[in-house]
């Protein structure tokens, strides 16, 4: 069982969730490794994809609709998992409804599940126009991403592919069990 976590992140945060993602599938027994959904030329060596991004005015990062479009036969093929991160500070977390686009691309790809999560606002990594905006919304600085529930719903994912691989491990050695696994094997690239 190899999987795919790919992310888009334009300061960063949302990457560093999908390291944590992928770790946790590690230590959870499942191999993975994280890629930028614009190096992932093709899904054909992975079994499922956790496909996240960063939110932006309301979207998703377009490279992350363009990983989208470019793979979704393939991804229909297989268990999918979506999340987005952005939401910052505590009374300014939006709901799944607030992301239609999101929500379109679970439809489109039959994803097991879309999950939001809280980001992180660092201005001094903003550029002008970033700055102005998140003056304008009132957003406040910090990180307000919450590991545990980052590392829960990773181990949720775990269990339902371990669950799922079950007959085939019980029916011998499956191809999954010539990959290798262990952490050191979760690679950002
Ligand atoms: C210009 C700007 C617009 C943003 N718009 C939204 C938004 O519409 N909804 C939201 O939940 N978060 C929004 N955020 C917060 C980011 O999604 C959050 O900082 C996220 O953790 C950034 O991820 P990244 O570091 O991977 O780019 C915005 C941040 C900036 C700077």
């Known amino acids: 069982m190899y999987v795919l976590v790919a992310v888009a992140s334009r300061h960063g945060s949302t990457r560093e969730i999908a390291i944590a ?14 890629r930028h959904v614009e190096d992932v030329p093709d899904l054909d060596r992975y079994d499922a994809v956790v496909l996240g991004s960063a939110i932006y005015m309301g979207n998703w990062e377009s490279a992350a609709n363009g990983f989208v479009q470019r793979h979704q036969s393939r991804m229909l093929t297989m268990p999918v998992w979506l999340f987005s991160s952005g939401p910052v500070g505590n009374d300014n977390r939006p709901g799944q409804g607030d992301l239609p686009k999101v929500v379109e691309i679970a439809q489109l790809t039959h994803a097991r599940g879309h999950q ?4 992180k606002l660092d201005r001094h990594a903003l550029n002008l126009g970033e700055r102005l905006v998140v003056k304008l919304v009132h957003a406040p ?9 980052i590392r829960a719903w990773a181990d949720g994912i ?8 079950l007959p085939a491990v019980a029916g011998g050695l499956s191809s999954d069990s010539a ?9 950002f690239g």
């Open 21 to 34: 993602i992928a770790h946790e599938l590690q230590v959870s027994g499942v191999d993975a490794e994280v």
């Open 116 to 119: 939001l999560f809280a980001g």
């Open 141 to 149: 600085d910090g990180d307000f991403r919450d590991w545990s529930a």
């Open 158 to 165: 775990a269990a339902a592919l371990k669950a799922a691989a």
């Open 179 to 187: 990959r290798p696994s262990g952490y050191g094997s979760a690679y």
